[in-house]
């Protein structure tokens, strides 16, 4: 049986960790399995750079935290060597690295995900993945309204002109 010193840190664990989880849009469960430090480290360092946190966690702290954060049907996937990466504010993020790394490395493997507490299979993480980020999506969305106010303006000008054609011309007044 574990001292109470002990189990006070695994509730701290769990607590802080679902803590995480309650504060993020999406995450992603992988396998890490079989890679190296060097591309461990790397992998790291563009999730930090996207924003993101990635943890490597025991399966049974993982499934509490998931748990307590109301996220619930990841517990099969919860087997062997576990991290997640999660981010509080880009949906694709973790999915788009982590798949992606996933696709280099064959022994990482994606497991299985999350985005606003809905359960997504390794497959609908990998479809997740292949959205364009927050802000390229934001940028598309101004182009098409940008493009329709442009649209619009020209033509009430259009009109405008069309509707000065007919009336007569203002005639010179003298100067005084």
């Given amino acids: 049986m574990p001292s109470n010193v002990v189990l006070e840190q695994k509730k701290q664990q769990v607590a802080a960790l679902s803590e995480l989880l309650k504060n993020s ?19 790291r360092k563009e999730l930090r750079e996207s924003g993101c946190t990635y943890k490597v966690v025991k399966n049974t702290l993982l499934s509490r935290a998931l748990k307590e954060a109301g996220i ?9 060597t576990t991290a997640i990466a999660v981010s509080a504010e880009d949906y694709v993020a973790p999915a788009r690295i982590l798949a992606g790394f996933a696709e280099k490395n064959e022994k990482f493997t ?11 299979n390794a497959a609908r993480v990998a479809e997740l993945a292949k959205l364009p980020s927050k802000e390229v999506l934001l940028a598309q969305v101004l182009y098409g309204l940008n493009g329709n106010l442009t649209k619009l303006a020209l033509a009430i000008n259009a009109i405008v002109e069309k509707m000065n054609e007919g009336a007569p011309a203002e005639e010179a007044q003298p100067a005084e």
């Fill in 110 to 120: 994606v497991k299985a995900g999350y985005a606003d507490g809905e359960v997504l």
């Fill in 25 to 43: 849009v999406s995450g992603v469960v992988v396998d890490y399995s079989g890679i190296t430090v060097a591309d461990d480290t790397k992998l």
């Fill in 72 to 80: 619930e049907g990841l517990d099969s996937v919860l087997e062997g």
